[in-house]
């Protein structure tokens, strides 16, 4: 059975951060492109970042140049480490899995076919 388990949420203060961990329990993991998707209270599920089973990496214009993901295949696990959180990052933050072999990762949820629990980032200001 396939699971996604995210860790690393927590309080933080306006400018600080945090690193999200999703460790995967997926026999393909290694070609597996992996996306990190947040939902603020109130607000849809949207799109965070993603890399493909080669490293490509993709963000959303809003955490561009603040967020960076990276894998560690070694670990079946996917990294988010989010510097200069703002208030408005504040969200459950959701890790996800795609089990097709793609050049470039996708950023709608819909091609997502595992997801985890998730996990709150709340960032003060």
């Known amino acids: 059975q396939v699971q996604l388990v995210e860790s690393g949420g927590g309080l933080v203060q306006a400018g600080g951060s945090l690193r999200l961990s999703c460790v995967a329990s997926?026999?393909?993991?290694?070609?597996?492109?992996m996306g990190w998707f947040r939902q603020a209270p109130g607000k849809e599920r949207e799109f965070v970042a993603a890399?493909?089973?080669?490293?490509?990496?993709t963000y959303a214009h809003y955490v561009r140049d603040r967020f960076t993901i990276s894998r560690d295949n070694a670990k079946n696990t996917v990294y988010l480490q989010m510097n200069s959180l703002k208030p408005e990052d504040t969200a459950v933050y959701y890790c996800?899995?795609?089990?097709?072999?793609?050049?470039?990762?996708?950023?709608?949820?819909?091609?997502?076919?595992?997801w985890g629990q998730g996990t709150q980032v709340t960032v003060s200001s």
């Open positions: 996800a899995a795609d089990s097709r072999l793609l050049i470039a990762p996708e950023t709608g949820e819909n091609s997502y076919d595992y």
């Open positions: 890399v493909s089973w080669r490293g490509a990496n």
């Open positions: 997926i026999r393909t993991f290694r070609s597996n492109a």
